[in-house]
C-alpha cells in the first residue's frame, strides 16, 4: 500500500456506491481529492467525462495517479487491500467477497434503486416499466435485508470478529433504506449493526 499516492475520488454525494470509497478510506486513514458529479443533470454522460473517466458513464471512478478505477466494490478492495479490513484467513476473504457479491446482485438493484426511484427521481418521473417493477424490487429487497438480520443475529459483523468490507459494502444503501420505502424497525439486527457501524473510530456519514 502506498500511502502517498494521490487519489482522486469521482463522485457523487449522495450515492451510496460513492459513500461505500469514502468510508473505506475514512476507517483507513487514506486522505482523497473529491470531485462531485450531478448524474441528473447527465454530467458523467459528456463527451470529456467518457473519453477521460468512465466510458460507461457511470461513477464512481477511483482515480490512482492517472489510472481509472470503476466498480465502487473493487475500488474499496484496492484502498483496503492488507489492512484488517480484509480478512487474512483464506475461507474468510472469500466470505467477505461472497458478501460483496451478494449486495451488488441481491441487495443494490433492488434497495438502492427504489432509493433512488422514490427519494430523487420522483414516482411520477417513473416509466410504466419502472413502476411496475417497484413491487417486485420491493419483496426482493425486504428478502435481502430479512437474509441480512438472520446472519446478524448470532454475530456482529457479517464476516469475523470484526469490520471487513462486507460490513462496509453493505452498510452504504441499508441504513438509508427507508428512502426507498424499507421499514428498518422490521430488522432488530440489522439496526443494532447499523449503530456498531456508527460508532467505529474515524466513521464518516454519508453526505447529503
Given at each position: 500500500?502506498?500511502?502517498?499516492?494521490?487519489?482522486?475520488?469521482?463522485?457523487?454525494?449522495?450515492?451510496?456506491?460513492?459513500?461505500?470509497?469514502?468510508?473505506?478510506?475514512?476507517?483507513?486513514?487514506?486522505?482523497?481529492?473529491?470531485?462531485?458529479?450531478?448524474?441528473?443533470?447527465?454530467?458523467?454522460?459528456?463527451?470529456?467525462?467518457?473519453?477521460t473517466i468512465n466510458p460507461l458513464g457511470r461513477i464512481p471512478v477511483l482515480q490512482v495517479g492517472q489510472r481509472f478505477l470503476p466498480e465502487s466494490n473493487?475500488?474499496?478492495?484496492?484502498?483496503?487491500?492488507?489492512s484488517p479490513l480484509i480478512p487474512a484467513e483464506r475461507f474468510a476473504r472469500a466470505d467477505?467477497?461472497?458478501?460483496?457479491?451478494?449486495?451488488?446482485?441481491?441487495?443494490?438493484?433492488?434497495?438502492?434503486?427504489?432509493?433512488?426511484?422514490?427519494?430523487?427521481?420522483?414516482?411520477?418521473?417513473?416509466?410504466?416499466?419502472?413502476?411496475?417493477?417497484?413491487?417486485?424490487?420491493?419483496?426482493?429487497?425486504?428478502?435481502?435485508?430479512?437474509?441480512?438480520?438472520?446472519?446478524?443475529?448470532?454475530?456482529?459483523?457479517?464476516?469475523?470478529?470484526?469490520?471487513?468490507?462486507?460490513?462496509?459494502?453493505?452498510?452504504?444503501?441499508?441504513?438509508?433504506?427507508?428512502?426507498?420505502?424499507?421499514?428498518?424497525?422490521?430488522?432488530?439486527?440489522?439496526?443494532?449493526?447499523?449503530?456498531?457501524?456508527?460508532?467505529?473510530?474515524?466513521?464518516?456519514?454519508?453526505?447529503?
Open positions: 500500500m502506498d500511502l502517498n499516492e494521490k487519489l482522486i475520488l469521482h463522485e457523487d454525494s449522495v450515492s451510496g456506491n460513492c459513500y461505500k470509497i469514502r468510508l473505506t478510506a475514512a476507517l483507513l486513514g487514506r486522505r482523497m481529492e473529491l470531485i462531485a458529479y450531478d448524474i441528473l443533470k447527465g454530467e458523467t454522460r459528456t463527451p470529456e467525462f467518457l473519453a473493487a475500488a474499496c478492495f484496492y484502498l483496503a487491500d492488507g467477505m467477497l461472497r458478501w460483496m457479491f451478494f449486495e451488488q446482485y441481491h441487495h443494490e438493484p433492488n434497495v438502492a434503486t427504489l432509493r433512488f426511484w422514490l427519494e430523487f427521481v420522483g414516482v411520477d418521473s417513473l416509466s410504466e416499466m419502472q413502476r411496475n417493477q417497484i413491487p417486485g424490487k420491493r419483496i426482493a429487497g425486504e428478502a435481502a435485508l430479512q437474509q441480512m438480520d438472520d446472519h446478524l443475529a448470532l454475530r456482529n459483523w457479517f464476516v469475523g470478529e470484526s469490520v471487513t468490507l462486507a460490513d462496509i459494502s453493505l452498510f452504504a444503501y441499508t441504513h438509508v433504506a427507508e428512502g426507498g420505502g424499507f421499514a428498518l424497525s422490521d430488522y432488530p439486527h440489522v439496526q443494532a449493526w447499523i449503530a456498531r457501524m456508527r460508532a467505529l473510530p474515524k466513521f464518516v456519514a454519508m453526505a447529503g
